[in-house]
């Protein structure tokens, strides 16, 4: 049997060994970490709402009206009103015929690509996707193809190879760890030619792209009909929990028949839903907080550049330094923190071996006066030479 403490001591000499850190008080800019005052540059609330007061006090009305929990699946008798508006409500913000709640990001993409395909389709994914997307190709036993990052030209190679069975092409919209963005109107054109599926995961870009904070999509001004499947998350810019998939209404009564992810499990609380529904208004309403968040990534941009640190090519809040090894990313990391500022170091496996990095977000929250202090920790960086 496996030792699993060598492999914990292994993890822990290549620079590798994860640990988790204890928060209090509401989730913001500024909250205790392990007990002291840190500043956040690492959190996905891109639009500062997971602790705005009316999505709390949404969240607080919907337990009251609901309860703590859901008590059931949604084919059970989990399936509250207040989730069937938020449906409502995500399908007609993303120009939908229908959306789909799921308890998690994972959870969705999961039963999403299992539910479409099986033994004699076909999936085609870039190497930088999500592990969710990743586990979802390997778990639905279709044929799995990867391409290189934004590689169209070898995407149609494998697109004009397929003799067979269903296909489907899956993409990150925004790409987690990178920031930047799929080349999706190349890839809706291949689709369509290959009689292809096209699946967005755009958990990185609704709420922050797009004119009314749609997503990926209405940035790149492409419709359900080149897109026909969309997945986004509820705790990143919406700054609650959950995940839903958005698409046409055959899509959606398929999966409620056929996704295992959402047939076989607790339907989350519906008190959640509500302060979804408050944060989604807040999204549609508030342009400004987009438009805030904007500035700010351009001022970090500028800035940066001028430090000469090796800031990778982005648009979107999240703004990766590319450190090279996890031991410099590390020691980045632990340079900032002691000057209370928290950024995460990146590390394989959850980006490519030499692209270990400081994995910089940005939220419309920051003030200027908190931007300020993170350029003056990086500016204060011991920068050696890559690899």
Not at 36 to 58: E, I, P, Q, T, W
Not at 63 to 91: D, F, I, K, N, Q
Not at 283 to 307: K, T
């Amino acid at each position: 049997m496996k030792s699993l403490n060598e492999e914990l001591e292994w993890r822990r000499q290549q620079h590798l060994y994860r640990r988790r850190r204890v928060t209090s008080g509401i989730q913001g800019p500024e909250i205790l970490v392990d007990g002291r005052s840190m500043l956040l540059f690492c959190s996905n609330d891109y639009l500062g709402l997971a602790g705005h007061a009316k999505v709390v006090a949404a969240l607080c009305r919907g337990a009251e009206t609901y309860g703590a929990g859901s008590g059931a699946a949604h084919l059970v008798c989990g399936h509250s009103r207040a989730h069937h508006a938020l449906e409502e409500e995500l399908a007609d913000f993303t120009g939908r015929a229908r959306a789909l709640l799921f308890s998690t990001g994972y959870m969705a993409n999961l039963g999403t690509v299992t539910a479409l395909l099986g033994k004699g389709d076909s999936i085609y994914q870039d190497r930088l996707n999500h592990a969710s997307l990743i586990d979802a190709g390997v778990l639905s036993r279709a044929a799995f193809k990867r391409y290189p990052h934004a590689d169209m030209q070898l995407l149609q190679r494998q697109l004009e190879g397929r003799s067979r069975g269903e296909a489907m092409v899956v993409s990150d919209g925004v790409f987690s760890m990178d920031g930047d963005l799929a080349p999706l109107t190349s890839m809706a054109a291949l689709c369509r030619r290959h009689q292809s599926w096209l699946m967005v995961d755009d958990a990185h870009g609704i709420g922050v792209l797009g004119e009314s904070g749609a997503g990926t999509l209405e940035h790149l001004n492409l419709s359900a009909e080149d897109v026909p499947i969309l997945m986004g998350t509820l705790g990143k810019a919406l700054g609650t929990f959950g995940a839903f998939v958005a698409g046409s209404e055959e899509l959606i009564e398929t999966l409620i028949q056929r996704a295992r992810s959402y047939v076989y499990t607790t339907a989350l609380p519906p008190a959640v839903a509500e302060a979804t529904r408050a944060s989604l208004r807040l999204v549609i309403d508030e342009r400004w907080r987009r438009e805030r968040l904007q500035q700010l990534i351009r001022r970090f941009r500028s800035a940066v550049g001028q430090l000469g640190l090796p800031l990778m090519d982005s648009r979107t809040p999240i703004q990766p330094i590319l450190a090279g090894t996890s031991a410099q990313a590390l020691a980045w990391s632990g340079e900032l923190e002691q000057q209370g500022i928290l950024v995460s170091a990146i590390r394989p496996p959850t980006v490519p071996e030499g692209g270990a990095r400081l994995r910089v977000t940005l939220s419309a929250a920051h003030s200027d006066a908190q931007l300020d202090r993170l350029l003056d920790a990086l500016a204060s960086l011991k920068i050696g030479p890559l690899p």
